[in-house]
Each structure stands twice: as structure tokens, then as C-alpha cells.
């Protein structure tokens, strides 16, 4: 099929890579812009834009898509279908309209719930028991659509966001390529979501990150997982030059009890609202490497009874 492929991060990498590999024509790719990153704060292509560049395909990254000039463009590439992963920039109707099979979306959970910019993250950080990427023809509304395959991921006890997230893209990458195959011989069948159970994915908020030790210790790791390893759960501590930021990448619920963000023992374990969190895995800022919490304390010199703020 000839296909344009609209995708930015990682996470839609696996996706092109697969449809590249199955042959489809892929007529152009949509990317965000490159981005200042790294010491030198040098332009970045994003991972799509660095692996359409290695397969030869085209590559556009316009700033809007709503403008008639947009939309002429996107026409031109005669595209049976668009596939969409990640993006990063909703799509206005006169783009949906332009495919002769519509736009399909793949998304990061189990819809309805976890509609939206976060799906991955916010279902770590509720405690959800699974997650899923689905198939989804799009609609002007916000992950709105029908879906047409589904594939589901158990969440076990400690994974994180960034652990799910890699378990995710493979699995949407197959089924895009199902869905590609089952569209291209009229076997694609799309079902209505239900309107029970709809809960959206909000961008994570910076406030967010800063760990609120008066909540229950299974509420607290769960948000430390969900936030692992971007943007990152984080305390301040006093280490000796004042107060410094410390990211948790790991942590999981534990016994213990304590005014609310009371460092127990010298091996991580630290009091919440009810119960205790064990800290596993840390970063202190500017440091590359992690450490454990046993480490971490031994390191930082950090004696039971000192607050985590």
C-alpha cells in the first residue's frame, strides 16, 4: 500500500521500521522539527526523522498542517492510508479526509481509558493491572475513533513506564503491520468504542514529579514507577551543600511506619501516609549512574530519621 507515515519519537521507530520492511510504499514521513538538545544544544532530528533519512524516504516537518498549502501537499502524496504514531500534533479533518482508507492511529492503552498525551505513564501510576496499544481509525475527536486490533500487556509489580513502554512498541509495530495487511485486502473491521470508562491521559506536569510522601505507599511508588525514567519522581535532600534534587527511578510499597517522608533504615526505606516505600533504584543530580537505596544512603551519608522533602 502506499502510505504516509506521521510519527516522532521512539516509540513509533519499530512501526516504520516494520511497514518499511513489509514492502509498503511509503511516500513521505511526517516528523516534528529538529530540536535543540544535548551540551551543544545543536539541532536533533527526531528518531523517526534520523531512520526515514536512512531509508531514503522523504521527510517533512512542517510547524502546521491547517493551512490549504498543508493540505495540497499532503494530497499530493496519494496515500491510501496514513499511519500515525505519536506525532505530537493533532490533525485537522481536511488532513483525515485525504487517505482513501482514513488515518490510523496506533495507541499506547487500552482504550477508552487512557485517551490522550500520556497513556503509558498514567497507567503505572494508577496501579493498572494492564496496558495495550490498539489500532484505531481517527476522528476529529481526541482518540475518539473505532478500533480495529487490539494487544494486551500484563503490568507487573514494579514495572515502569519506561519498562511498559518498551514492551508496547514491538507489539504495536505487529499489529500496525496486521492491520496494514488486513486493510489492504478489505478485512480490517473497526469497532465503536464504549462509552463507559473513558479517562484521559493528561501530559504529565511538572509538579507532578516532586514525591508526596503523605500519600499511601502504593499510591507513592506506583507514581515513582509511572515517572521512570522521564521526567523522574524526585525529593531534595540536604547532602551537604544545601538541598539537591534526587530522582527515584524504582521504588515499591513496603512495611513501615513514620511522619510521612522519614527515612526508616540505611537501606532506602522511607514512611508515607500509610505503610512504607523501599527505594530501589536513584540519581543524585548530575550524576550519570544510578545506585540502589542501601547505596545511596551509604553514599550520601544519610542517617534513619533524616525528612525526604
Known sequence: MRVVFMGTPDFAVPT??????????IAAVYTRAPAKAGRGMSLRPSPVHALADNLGIPVLT???LRSPDAVETFAGHR???AVVVAYGMLLPQAILDVPRHGCLNLHGSLLPRWRGAAPIQRAVMAGDAESGVGIMRMEAGLDTGP???EGRVPIVTGMTAGELHDALMPLGAELMSQALERLESGDLTFTPQAAEGVVYAHKISNDEARIDWSLPAAEVANRI???SPF???FFAVDLGKGPERVKVLRAAAGAGTGAPGTLLDAEGLVACGT??????ELRRAGKGGSASGAEFVRGARIAPGTHLG
Open 231 to 233: 521526567p523522574g519522581a
Open 79 to 81: 496515500a491510501d492510508v
Open 16 to 25: 516504520l521500521a516494520r511497514l518499511a520492511q513489509d514492502g509498503h510504499d
Open 275 to 280: 505503610g512504607a516505600v523501599r527505594l530501589t
Open 225 to 227: 514507577n509511572g515517572l
Open 62 to 64: 512542517p510547524a502546521s
Open 147 to 149: 478500533v480495529a486490533l
